[in-house]
Every structure is written in C-alpha cells, then in structure tokens.
C-alpha cells in the first residue's frame, strides 16, 4: 500500500538525543566510538568462530548469530541517529521510517529468542552432559535457528503492522533518535487503546516468553550445579553461565524497563536515553562479555594472531 494511501506525512524529522548545540560533536564522536567498537567487536568475534574449527559447537553457533545480530541492528540504528548529531534536519522518509522500525523489531525480537536458545543449550550441558551430543544436534539447532528468526519475522511484523494503519496528520517531529514504537504512537493523530494494546501484548511475547525459558532453565542449572560434589566442578558450571547471565540481564533488563511501563511513568525524554542500552551499550559489551570471560575464545584469538604473525 503506497504511503500517501495511508498518511498525509510523506517524512518524519528525527529530534535525536539533544537540542544542546554544544553537545553535537562531543556525542557525534562518542557513539562513532561506539560505533566502531561494536563493529570490531561483533565482525572480529564472528571471524574467529568461522576461523576455529573447535568453536565450531553449538554454543558457538548461538553465539555467531548473536554477534550478527548486534551487528545488524545497531547498523539499522547508529548511522542515522549519527547524522542528527551533524544536520540540522535530519530528516527520513515514511517507507525508510517503517524499514528501519521493521528491522529494528527484527533484530530485537531475534536477539530475546536467541538469548534464550543459549540459555537451553547451557541447561542441556550442564543437567544432561551425557546427552549433550544428541540433543543438541545439527537438526536440533537448525530448529532453533529457524524458531530465533521465526520469532523475529512475527515481531517484525506485527509492531510495523500496527504502525502502518496508524495516521500521521501534521506533525513529523519524532521525539527520539531513531523510529521507534512508543514515539510514533505519541506523534499519531488515531492512535487509540487497541493499538497501545497490541503494542504490549507483543511486547509481552518477545519479552515475556524468553524471560519465562530462561528463569524456567536456570532453575534447573542451580539445582544441577548445586548437586555437584566439588567446588572446581560447581565453579567450572558457574563460569559458563556467568557472561550468558551477565548479557541476558543488560538486554532484557533495559529493554523491559523501557516497553514494560506506562508512558506516565517513564517520558520518552527519558525513554530515549534508557533505549540507549540496548540499541547501543549491549550490542557493544555483547563481545567484550563473551571473550574476555571465555578461555576457548581467548585461546581461539591467540592462535588465529599466531597464524597471522607467522604468515
């Protein structure tokens, strides 16, 4: 259905984070930094999975698509939210707003579903060791592969659905850096109660039933752990957990802070900075977590600058 069909606002002007003249270059270059951080981060810890063939396990697996995910939607995001820093009017068309909605709810929406097929993979290796192998096959993960992006595709969806039947009459001035639901349901002249609805029930989902799987799994992993009889065996089990613990509580922690409360509660010139975890901070710490607290990745870096030293 063509824009003009349905919304008289053929382009919305992003407001970005600040106003503050002053502010602009200083930030420009802080989330360039960012920026760059995650680009390496991500880009650097998918190469080292491809490169190493004893990463090439199902933990790795879940990881790899994690970082292309990071990548991906901070890509979706940073880069415009950039240019607001630097223009006077950084401005984005209604098809590029409603794109890049979709692939931010894309991306998010993968990131929970795949936080918690980690959390299933740790629950098999550490309460069912001996059946690892089987249950986590090549078939078996191609099913949650498929369930991760599955899920991403529903949410995608249903958000930008829920957008695109809304009408846009006069004012184009989104207050937030980037396309996002809850500025675009204020900036809405038809926005009614079915619409905020839909918002958190599928909020709720991609939020919700994540959160219950992992709860529901670490349960099971603290009571396995807690039956080991050695204190190296129950501090081996907690160290692989840790990061995963430590990623899922910055994602999940910020994102519900943010769609979990009512507007009243949290404005969205606040709801605009607390966005920043996890469109900006977790994709770029997501990497630092996982290396710098994984001896395999650790040893996987040394051996790939080996060969590249030799070389």
């Known amino acids: 259905m063509a824009a003009a069909n349905i919304s008289s606002v053929t382009e919305f002007i992003l407001a970005g984070l600040t106003d503050q003249l002053s502010l602009q270059l200083p930030l420009f270059f802080l989330f360039l930094g960012f920026y760059v ?27 790899l698509n994690l970082s292309f995910i990071d990548f991906s939607y901070s890509t979706a995001i940073i880069p415009k939210m950039l240019m607001s820093f630097v223009l006077k009017k950084n401005s984005i068309s209604y098809a590029g707003c409603m794109t890049q909605l979709f692939f931010f709810c894309f991306f998010v929406f993968s990131e929970s579903f795949i936080l918690s097929a980690m959390t299933y993979d740790r629950y098999v290796a550490i309460c069912k060791p001996l059946m690892y192998t089987v249950t986590m096959s090549p078939q078996v993960c191609l099913y949650l592969w498929l369930g991760v992006y599955g899920m991403g595709v529903f949410g995608a969806f249903a958000h930008t659905g829920n957008m695109l039947i809304l009408t846009f009459c006069a004012d184009n001035l989104i207050n937030h850096y980037m396309c996002d639901i809850l500025p675009l349901l204020e900036l809405s002249c038809n926005s009614s109660y079915i619409n905020i609805l839909v918002v958190f029930i599928v909020v709720t989902i991609g939020i919700g039933v994540p959160i219950v799987a992992i709860f529901i799994s670490y349960g099971f992993i603290i009571c396995s752990i807690f039956r080991i009889s050695s204190n190296e065996g129950r501090s081996k089990a907690f160290s692989t957990c840790s990061s995963h613990i430590i990623a899922v509580s910055l994602f999940f922690g910020s994102g519900a802070f943010m769609y979990l409360k009512p507007p009243s509660i949290l404005p969205l010139d606040q709801g605009k900075v607390s966005s920043l975890f996890y469109t900006i901070v977790v994709p770029m710490f997501n990497p630092l977590i996982y290396s710098l607290r994984n001896k395999d990745v650790k040893f996987a870096l040394k051996k790939t600058l080996g060969r590249i030293s030799i070389s």
């Open 37 to 63: 951080l995650t680009m390496v981060g991500n880009l650097g810890l998918i190469t080292l999975i491809g490169l190493n063939s004893h990463l090439h396990i199902p933990m790795y697996f879940f990881l």
